[in-house]
């Protein structure tokens, strides 16, 4: 059966004389033109303008210097370090997008937040579309967020959601989350990428005409990425990553986005039984026992601003494998065997013959290239049997030529490390591995009181 065409076919046009024919043809049949004749769209009549209006006074465009800060004030939230990350508070209208991975911690976070606010004063909506109200209430009795300020909502409709936000009126809105929220005027079951748009830019419309700061949950892919559309952190304001390793109870809040703040601060939490508690002085938590062993040394990391001392360990047994062994855990692999091959061309730390066991202490990550220098020396410690001194830390670069390198903010390594105790520390002065690998003798065999230069 033939199928009759519903539309005719785009008509071919003379530039010069305007003659058109239904079927292309080198020449114009009207001015006998060569290469005139063109495709023409096909006229339908509908022409889409769009006139200016003329913007209101408070809307009006105003010199950016005529534009007051404090009309944007921030408030606490009252988890301290949650604050941090934000840059000192919550801004009215601001859009916070947190993600991390399943069961990182982060509705147990987000309902501390909504408790803290709670008790000063701040009424909080709080949308579970995954949770029922009664297990949200379970935890919160667990962890001592129970609140009359605190409402709850078991919704996965955002009209309902919406209709909540006009009916309790709260001052902080927080959606668990926004992958599972569906909209009726977006096709797609809840999580498609066209939903998770719709629902995000729906709740940041609320947010901004209302001055209503919202905090959005959101999933992430097995790559550790936000899952659904990249528009979604362009539509917020903030972008947090809640991060943490199941076998250790330490979690660290980063801003990947922050247009009201910095975006190199970091919040450190700790999760017990009774729920998510600040860590405001995480110092001594990737320390050991302080004693003088063979193959340790403390270098200090740069988690954002933070400063963090850090214990490297090291061990090593003697192998008569050709392919002798490379444990590494908290660092990085590549950067441990670079160190070790400088060790032993440029040092005379022979390590080719033995197994080489490293470590952090603390289930902590130190992979950045300060670290190059502590393992160098705790490495060092253990194949010549020797101990550090407890008051000295280690901080620098190793380049492949044996020489240290300065890292990036020395200065502030350098005074977290005086404030913890300290007193020496080897670094880029030092110019060559073998000479820092000196100098840590000269500290370990000095005695109180003698005459040795501090580094």
């Known amino acids: 059966m033939a199928t009759r065409r519903t539309t005719a076919p785009a008509p071919y046009r003379c530039t010069e004389c305007g003659w058109t024919t239904l079927k292309w043809v080198g020449r114009c049949g009207e001015c006998q033109q060569w290469g005139t004749v063109v495709e023409a769209a096909e006229q339908t009549g509908i022409v889409r303008t769009i006139a200016a209006t003329a913007p209101s006074a408070d809307r009006a465009a105003r010199p ?37 991975e399943p069961g990182v ?104 005409e209302r001055d209503l700061p919202v905090i959005i949950v959101g999933h992430v892919t097995k790559d550790g990425l936000i899952a659904g559309p990249r528009i979604l952190e362009h539509l917020v304001d903030v972008v947090c990553h809640f991060e943490g390793d199941r076998q250790t109870s330490l979690r660290f809040v980063r801003a990947l986005k922050n247009r009201f ?86 040092a005379g730390i022979k390590t080719s013959d033995q197994d080489v066991y490293v470590s952090t202490v603390g289930g902590v990550r130190f992979v950045e290239p300060a670290a190059d220098l502590a393992i160098a020396i705790a490495v060092a410690g253990a194949v010549r049997n020797e101990s550090t001194p407890t008051h000295l830390a280690a901080i620098g670069e190793l380049s492949l030529a044996g020489e240290i390198r300065p890292v990036t903010q020395t200065a502030q390594r350098r005074s977290e490390a005086a404030r913890l105790g300290y007193t020496e520390v080897i670094d880029d002065r030092s110019k060559k591995l073998s000479s820092a690998l000196n100098d840590v003798k000269a500290r370990a065999r000095a005695r109180p009181g003698d005459d040795v230069p501090r580094f």
């Open 64 to 100: 950016i210097t005529a534009v007051d800060s404090r009309d944007t004030p921030r408030r606490s939230t009252g988890v301290g370090e949650f604050d941090r990350v934000l840059g000192g508070g919550i801004v009215p209208g601001a859009a916070i997008l947190l993600s991390g």
């Open 261 to 346: 703040g910095a975006t190199d601060e970091v919040g450190c939490f700790d999760m017990t039984g009774a729920g998510i508690a600040e860590v405001p002085d995480p110092s001594r938590l990737f320390l050991g026992s302080g004693s003088a062993e063979p193959g340790t040394c403390v270098a200090i990391a740069l988690e954002g601003r933070r400063a963090l001392p850090v214990e490297v360990q090291a061990l090593t047994i003697s192998s008569t494998s050709p392919n002798p062994r490379r444990i590494v855990n908290g660092v990085d692999a590549a950067r441990v065997a670079m160190v070790l091959a400088v060790l032993e061309k440029k």
């Open 105 to 208: 911690g982060k509705s147990t976070l987000l309902l501390e937040v909504a408790a803290a606010s709670a008790r000063v004063g701040k009424r909080v909506l709080y949308a579970s579309a995954e949770e029922s109200i009664g297990q949200v209430r379970l935890r919160a009795e667990r962890t001592g967020a129970l609140h009359d300020e605190l409402y709850l909502a078991a919704e996965t409709d955002l009209a309902t959601i919406l209709g909540n936000i006009d009916q309790v009126r709260p001052e902080l809105l927080i959606v668990d989350s926004v992958q599972t929220v569906s909209s009726s005027l977006s096709e797609g079951m809840a999580g498609h990428p066209s939903q998770v748009r719709e629902v995000a830019s729906t709740l940041i419309r609320v947010a901004k």
